[in-house]
């Protein structure tokens, strides 16, 4: 089984996040092969980085960022699910990403985004440059939702389509196969 973490990247009041994580968890949970963990940022509440060691020395002195390394090190695959704040993405997820080094390693990550015409994709793109240097293998399958307020009923729920039911099915199997293809890779590497 690979172990695909969702990291809801948002802790923002009324937010639109779980819809999105909602939907992506139930979707994957169909992929065989797969064990989903959502992460809730907002539930999860790390204080603003707080250790006065580097990531990299993986020598952490607080019980919240050793629980938040053993959670992250257990995975074999992530997608991020964030919005798009002024052309970036959250600086709650970001919190949360730099944490840890090490334990993001040589894994696959994909992303959704959400949020005005370019549907999160800055906050994507400014997202793979993180991943690269935490050595994430980050995959081209991505979510982008434009405009996502356009696209709710009266009660405020999103109208997910069949091509995103599909779309996230695809992103979720490339994750598998990565996932579970890097974890020998990941033994050599880390030695």
């Known amino acids: 089984m690979v172990k695909l973490k969702i990291l809801s990247g948002s802790n923002r009041p009324g937010r639109f996040n779980p819809q999105v994580v909602d939907f992506v968890r139930t979707v994957a949970e169909g992929v065989p092969s797969v064990a989903v963990k959502v992460l809730d940022v907002a539930e999860i509440n790390l204080p603003f980085l707080d250790e006065a060691k580097p990531p990299?020395?993986?020598?952490?002195?607080?019980?919240?960022?050793?629980?938040?390394?053993?959670?992250?090190?257990?995975?074999?695959?992530?997608?991020?699910?964030?919005?798009?704040?002024?052309?970036?993405?959250?600086?709650?997820?970001?919190?949360?990403?730099?944490?840890?080094?090490?334990?993001?390693?040589?894994?696959?990550?994909?992303?959704?985004?959400?949020?005005?015409?370019?549907?999160?994709?800055?906050?994507?793109?400014?997202?793979?440059?993180?991943?690269?240097?935490?050595?994430?293998?980050?995959?081209?399958?991505?979510?982008?939702?434009?405009?996502?307020?356009?696209?709710?009923?009266?009660?405020?729920?999103?109208?997910?389509?069949?091509r995103h039911r599909e779309n996230v099915t695809e992103m979720v199997r490339q994750l598998a196969f990565w996932g579970e293809t890097m974890k020998t890779a990941r033994e050599k590497l880390a030695a």
């Open 56 to 162: 990299m020395m993986r020598d952490y002195a607080h019980e919240h960022t050793k629980a938040w390394s053993a959670t992250i090190d257990e995975a074999d695959a992530f997608i991020m699910v964030t919005p798009e704040y002024n052309h970036s993405f959250s600086p709650v997820l970001k919190n949360a990403i730099d944490y840890l080094f090490k334990e993001w390693n040589y894994k696959p990550v994909s992303f959704v985004s959400y949020g005005s015409l370019a549907g999160g994709a800055r906050a994507v793109e400014h997202l793979r440059g993180v991943a690269a240097e935490l050595k994430l293998y980050d995959l081209r399958e991505q979510i982008l939702l434009p405009n996502y307020w356009e696209h709710q009923d009266a009660a405020g729920k999103y109208q997910f389509t069949e």
